[in-house]
């Protein structure tokens, strides 16, 4: 079995996915927002696709720690995504993901036309990666 991981924005969801062992994160895709039943409808579809049981929300909590407004229409997203979606959504804090990928991305050297194409991805990656750890360092893992 295979987890997803989203990193949901306005525009852009990037998408990535584990390996079988649920051992890493590799990213997957970036899907270009359309409508929320379109984008919904295409997430279920990697996860079907993928035999993936999971998919792992970013949630936005705010740097205090609160649940401002992002992390609210974060919240209407999951609930939609788990009418949709016949596995299990969970969430994931994702505080300076986005921006802590960005940062090594130019770093790197990567031009800003590469750097949009893929920071959502690897957005995501990081979330799963995040989310692998946590569950590995659970009891009984």
Known sequence: MAIVALDVGERRIGVAISDPGESFALPLETIERTTLHDDLERIVTLAREHSAAVIVVGDPIALSGERAIAAVAMDRFAEKLRGAFEGT????????????????????????????????QLAAA???????ARRARRPGS
């Open 126 to 132: 990081s979330i799963l990666e995040t989310y692998l």
């Open 89 to 120: 959504v969970e969430r994931v804090d994702e505080r300076l993901t986005t921006a802590l990928v960005e940062k090594q991305l130019i770093a790197a050297g990567a031009k800003r036309r590469e750097r949009r194409r893929v920071v959502d």
